[in-house]
């Protein structure tokens, strides 16, 4: 009997079961019937999905009839739908306006995406997120068709560079302008912090950026920041943190110990100077010969200084919240970053405030205040001037071994005066890092407050002011052993102190008029008039203090300046600057179809002349959704096609103030009526005619969607012609003065950018999206005035010996690289060879003879022998001199982008991507430098162990001679030479030509790609978040500049360390390496 209970009870349950459980079935279309195929659909709070197939029908069993179907799909609005008694559930998905509506920031407006008549990229805080870096503009790296970001290099807080199509200017700013919240704000990528941006779009054409006139000539990037949410009086709160470690990506590869000491042995020999190689097997010293030392340890200065794990760690909080007429977000911001390099690190603090409310129906305020505190402490590689205090030229020229009973940290006093050549002593980097106190502080207070008020339905006036202090004050200290105690410091301690002041005041003024039907037409009408000013007032103030007492630290150096025994006159500068606006644009479009824009700017500028304080920008756009055309409607390929067509004008006034006038100087004294009269003189010749540099863009794009929206390109193709470049043009010398500033030059950047952006698969567990974009630019110079050509130096050549090394000449780009080509170096077959014979060489049996027809060289005073470095006589003439230098390479890329993908597993997602450059050259002047030896000492890159050699290692007995006007140039046989030095690479690296002439050694490809960022995270479910009471909880891992194929053999390709022109781009000298960096992070949402 209690068996058949059982049994029934068991039937029962499995026949309710299967009442509950049922298939269901159906089909996804569009809003017009069309089928809508990867549409996601799933039972709601379980893990039960499916994907709808090609033709939008689906199938799927549920647990029951309260069950609840969800079908969302990219660009519709989601769907839910309660099952009940039904098995088969046909949806029609609405697109999402949302996404419709995307808004994109075009300058004192938004604009729909979709209506977009102008070339703009955009990125959005979703864009950023899985890049863990402090500066949100290393972040944008290969994201944005025709933006070339250049991080200078690997300093904790550095600053990066960042050109839009091209470089448009040859002495002026290339930067574009930066707009926060409708606030122009000097630097913003590198001064927000990621977590703060809601969106970046960047205005690429003048049909957009002429709304901005003399500001928009390099482009314009608009930066909206995160503000509250309509979460009906709730309050969100958001933290977000990373801990990284750094690593040294790459070590430049140089010689060990033994390698060391035979190539110093060798140029003793060649030099004649014995005295520093024989400190190494001198009398008490355990090794007797340079043969001893193939087994000592190598001291590794590069893993020493850089080796270390460096920490990061980033700290983001934000509290959120609103109501219908209140929105506010409140976050903070903390980083703390090590560099790589010892005694380096950057801490930095941001505090941000935004708050948004509708005080009524006509009224709305907002108000916006950050604060930004930032300090880097440590000297880094070098200082911006050149090699005098480069900390990597110790770290990597340094000897590599330590002689007995020194410390890793002892000064070598011998070792400093025996390589003092060029006056630049070799000192054991350790030691010097800590002799050396520098830190930079920099405090930034933006306030900003808005009021929008409809004054009627369609016509809204919206004023924005803001205020702006910004203060940078530096600190440095050198000690005895330094290289500036030891030069202008008497050997004692020394200090300078600089103090910048920036305040800027910003008020723009605007109406705005839109009527989206007019008289219940088609026709849509947007008027836009406005008002705008802008001033800044810099001051800075310079203190220089030398001869402290020895020991005098630098807490008591900066607390106590009587202390010095020399006190430089303070230097105090202050530059005044304004700027007055008026701008308007019309905005037409019938029927959401055909589009036409109208801008039109006038700008008063305080840095011009009376004459010439206006200029005048307009603008116009077309454009033609040609998908909205009847003849489009019947096919599924393309589901959006827009045309867009812009010209116009914008300018550049970022030149220095007042040089329009003629200025003044002291020290020109004479004699008046017999009485000595202090004087002054002019230094320059004033032009009262200058003007704004201005530039015409056309530029011709398309916007296509296909697919549904899943596959989305755009592709646009331009010219921008820069023209009225202020130079410094040739005058005639009658005129008491051999140039003036003048608009004399011209420029020109031809492109062509594709973005390509789309949903690959998505599946029910399942989503593949990928990115990539591509940008060439063709820069040519198309006038330089009066003067065809004339040279720039980047200050690592002394310019008043050799020529600079870069060239400004029409039809080239700018950017060109100058020197002498290499030809290898001069082989035994240049030579004569005719028996010799001299008891004081008798190791010499042969003189050698420069052959008839090979040049010689006339541009250093070495006697050219077999081995010298050897070049083009490009003239010819039979002889290299700097007549010979000629273009030799080009700093700026033919291309540029990035390729990303992203993948979603269930709750996993993974980030990958890489970033590209090709068809540049990068001056490696750091090769140039450690390949050649202008003192004793002087550790050099391995590839020179594969060097001509004019002594046999061997036997250490010498084989070639010095030259010298009384002998000529001797050695051993042809024969013993060649078989010596057949093989060898490069030449003898004892010569002052290898380092004191740009050459096209120095420069290599800067062509690469870089993985550039990898990131996978995973988002703990809602059942589990639930359950620990947060809204979402996500945990990643993320490796940045994971790897870099690329032809270059220093540390990155991607570097640019002078900067102090827009022509000097590609130059690499002490470059703080890039790290490598892995981190692991949170996003939690309470």
Request: proline share 4%.
């Amino acid at each position: 009997m209690k068996k058949v209970l059982l049994q029934t009870l068991l039937m029962f349950l499995l026949g309710s079961a299967w009442a509950q459980t049922r298939t269901i079935s159906g089909k996804v279309t569009d809003e017009r019937g069309e089928s809508l195929p990867s549409v996601n659909v799933k039972v709601k709070g379980t893990a039960i999905v499916t994907a709808a197939a090609a033709d939008g029908t689906y199938k799927l069993s549920v647990p029951g009839t309260e069950s609840v179907l969800v079908f969302s799909f990219i660009g519709y609005k989601p769907k839910e739908i309660k099952v009940g008694g039904q098995t088969v559930i046909n949806v029609s998905l609405e697109p999402d306006s949302k996404l419709l509506n995307e808004v994109v920031a075009i300058g004192y407006q938004t604009v729909r995406r979709r209506d977009l008549v102008t070339a703009v990229s955009s990125v959005t805080a979703k864009d950023l997120k899985d890049n863990p870096t402090l500066s949100a503009a290393e972040a944008l790296q290969g994201k944005l068709a025709g933006v070339q970001v250049t991080v200078a290099d690997g300093q904790p807080g550095a600053s990066a560079d960042i050109y839009i199509r091209g470089r448009t200017s040859i002495t002026q700013s290339g930067s574009p302008l930066y707009i926060v919240d409708g606030i122009q704000v000097d630097g913003a990528l590198n001064a927000l912090s990621p977590q703060d941006i809601e969106s970046i779009d960047v205005l690429k054409d003048a049909a957009s950026t002429s709304i901005y006139g003399a500001r928009g000539s390099n482009g314009v990037v608009i930066i909206t920041t995160k503000g509250g949410t309509n979460t009906n009086g709730k309050t969100t709160v958001n933290y977000n943190n990373s801990f990284s470690i750094q690593k040294l990506p790459k070590e430049l590869d140089v010689m060990g110990p033994f390698d060391f000491l035979e190539f110093q042995y060798e140029r003793s020999k060649i030099t004649g100077d014995t005295s520093y190689i024989a400190r190494y097997y001198k009398t008490g010293n355990p090794y007797s010969r340079i043969t001893d030392y193939q087994n000592v340890d190598n001291i590794d200065w590069q893993k020493i200084m850089f080796g270390r794990n460096a920490l990061q760690q980033t700290h983001n909080i934000s509290i959120s919240g609103g109501t219908k007429q209140t929105q506010y977000n409140l976050s903070g911001t903390y980083n703390d970053q090590e560099g790589i390099l010892l005694y380096t690190q950057y801490k930095r603090g941001l505090i941000n405030f935004r708050f948004d409310h509708q005080a009524s129906s006509k009224l709305k305020i907002s108000f916006n205040v950050r604060y930004n505190n930032n300090v880097l402490d440590g000297q880094g590689t070098a200082d911006a001037g050149g090699a005098q205090s480069n900390n990597l030229r110790q770290i990597v020229r340094y000897q590599p071994i330590l002689v007995p009973n020194q410390t890793l940290d002892y000064y070598d006093a011998a070792e400093a005066a025996a390589t003092s050549g060029n006056g630049l002593s070799l000192i054991n980097p350790l030691e010097e890092m800590q002799q050396q106190y520098r830190k930079r502080s920099n405090n930034v207070l933006n306030i900003n407050a808005s009021v929008n008020y409809n004054i009627t339905k369609r016509l809204v006036f919206r004023s924005v002011a803001a205020i702006d202090y910004n203060n940078t004050n530096m600190r440095t200290f050198d000690d005895t052993i330094t290289y500036n105690a030891r030069t202008t410091g008497g050997k004692q301690p020394l200090i300078t102190v600089t103090n910048n002041n920036v305040r800027t005041i910003n008020n723009s003024n605007t109406l705005d008029y839109n009527n989206p039907a007019i008289m219940g037409s088609k026709h849509s009408i947007d008027v836009l008039v406005g008002q705008e000013t802008y001033q800044t007032y810099t001051v800075v103030n310079g203190l220089d203090l030398r001869n402290y007492p020895i020991g005098t630290s630098p807490d008591q150096a900066f607390a106590n300046y009587s202390l010095a025994q020399t006190v430089q006159p303070p230097t105090v500068s202050e530059i005044p600057i304004q700027n007055f606006s008026l701008f308007s644009r019309v905005s037409y479009n019938y029927a959401g179809k055909y589009f036409a824009t109208f801008n039109l700017r006038a700008d008063a500028s305080s840095v011009f002349g009376p004459q010439n304080k206006w200029g005048y920008f307009p603008s116009a756009s077309l454009a033609w959704r040609v998908s909205d055309e009847n003849f489009m409607k019947n096919q599924n390929l393309v589901s959006d096609l827009k045309l867009r067509l812009s010209y116009g004008s914008v300018g550049n006034n970022r030149i220095s103030p007042f040089s329009y006038g003629n200025f003044f100087a002291p020290g020109k004294s004479y004699y008046l009526n017999d009485l000595f009269v202090f004087g002054a003189s002019t230094t320059s010749l004033g032009n009262p005619d200058l003007k704004w540099e201005s530039q015409l863009s056309r530029n011709i794009g398309i916007d296509v969607a296909f697919f549904k929206g899943r596959l989305q390109l755009t592709v646009d193709a331009y010219r921008n012609t820069t023209s009225n470049l202020l130079l410094s043009n040739v005058i005639p010398t009658n005129s008491g003065y051999s140039s003036q500033l003048q608009n004399v030059g011209a420029t020109q950047n031809t492109g062509l950018e594709i973005q390509l952006n789309g949903t690959i698969m998505q599946t029910k567990n399942f989503r593949w999206t990928g990115n990539f974009n591509i940008a060439w630019n063709k820069n040519i110079i198309k006038s330089l005035g009066a003067q065809q050509s004339f040279t720039v130096n980047s200050g690592f050549f002394n310019s008043s010996q050799q020529p600079a090394d870069y060239l400004v000449k029409v039809g080239e780009e700018v950017g060109t690289f100058y020197g002498l080509k290499n030809d290898g170096y001069y082989k035994i077959s240049d030579f004569d060879a005719t028996p010799y014979s001299n008891p004081l060489y008798p190791w010499a049996t042969t003189k050698y003879t420069l052959k008839a027809g090979v040049p010689t060289s006339s541009i250093s005073s070495t006697t050219v022998q077999p081995g010298t470095q050897k070049f083009v006589d490009v003239v010819p003439d039979g002889k290299i001199t700097t007549a010979d230098y000629t273009v030799i390479g080009h700093a700026l890329p033919k291309g540029i982008g990035g390729f990303g993908q992203t993948f979603a597993y269930k709750n996993f997602d993974l980030n990958i991507f890489l970033n590209f450059s090709y068809g540049n050259q990068v001056a490696n002047y750091n090769k140039l430098e450690f390949t050649s030896t202008y003192s004793n000492g002087a550790n050099l890159l391995s590839s020179f162990n594969d060097r001509y050699r004019t002594v046999d290692p061997r036997t250490g007995v010498q084989v070639q001679g010095v030259p010298s006007a009384a002998v000529g140039v001797i050695g051993a046989s042809p024969d013993i030479l060649n078989a010596l030095n057949g093989n060898a690479k490069y030449w003898i690296p004892v010569q002052s030509v290898e380092w004191d002439n740009n050459q096209s050694f120095a420069l290599e490809s800067g062509s690469f790609i870089r993985l550039n960022n990898v990131t996978l995270g995973y988002t703990l479910p809602r059942n589990v978040t639930n359950r620990i009471k947060v809204s979402s909880l996500r945990v990643f891992i993320t490796g940045t500049n994971l790897g870099t194929i690329t032809g270059y053999t220093g540390y990155d390709p991607d570097v640019s360390t002078r900067r102090g022109s827009p022509v000097t781009a590609g130059a690499d000298y002490s470059a703080f390496p890039k790290a490598r960096v892995f981190t692991a992070g949170l996003n939690v949402s309470f």
